[in-house]
């Protein structure tokens, strides 16, 4: 079965940094692509990263490139998303999700491939 956990959230001070993992079972990073997604309270959910390990794409969003980075172990069948620079506007449950087939070559606001979510991790950037 499908499966996909995160893990790594907390509180951290704005500046500060963060990993997260996202550990995938039941299937393995060359067939699937990994993506981070955010959600804060009021707020829609946005994209925030794309990992195809097999054909060696990442995709970010706007708002996190060059402070984000999303980086994959296809040995430990695991996606990390290294967040540096903090802001309180960070602040937001996290989710990685998995999608079969797909390359991330679309929009980061397309999120039909990804049928498999995990459960979510908090972030919380404050002072």
């Known amino acids: 079965q499908v499966q996909v956990v995160e893990s790594g959230g907390g509180l951290v001070q704005p500046g500060g940094s963060l990993r997260l993992s996202c550990a995938a079972s039941?299937?393995?990073?060359?067939?699937?692509?990994i993506g981070w997604f955010r959600q804060a309270p009021g707020k829609e959910r946005e994209g925030v990263a794309c990992?195809?390990?097999?054909?060696?794409?990442?995709k970010y969003a706007d708002s996190v490139k060059g402070r984000f980075t999303i980086s994959g172990d296809n040995a430990k069948n695991t996606v990390y998303l290294d967040m540096n620079s903090l802001k309180p506007e960070d602040t937001a449950v996290y989710y990685c999700?998995?999608?079969?087939?797909?390359?991330?070559?679309?929009?980061?606001?397309?999120?039909?491939?990804?049928?498999?979510w995990g459960q979510g991790t908090q972030v919380t950037v404050s002072s």
């Open positions: 990992l195809s390990t097999s054909v060696g794409r990442s």
């Open positions: 999700a998995a999608a079969w087939n797909y390359f991330c070559a679309g929009s980061l606001a397309y999120d039909l491939p990804f049928n498999d």
């Open positions: 039941g299937f393995t990073l060359d067939y699937y692509a």
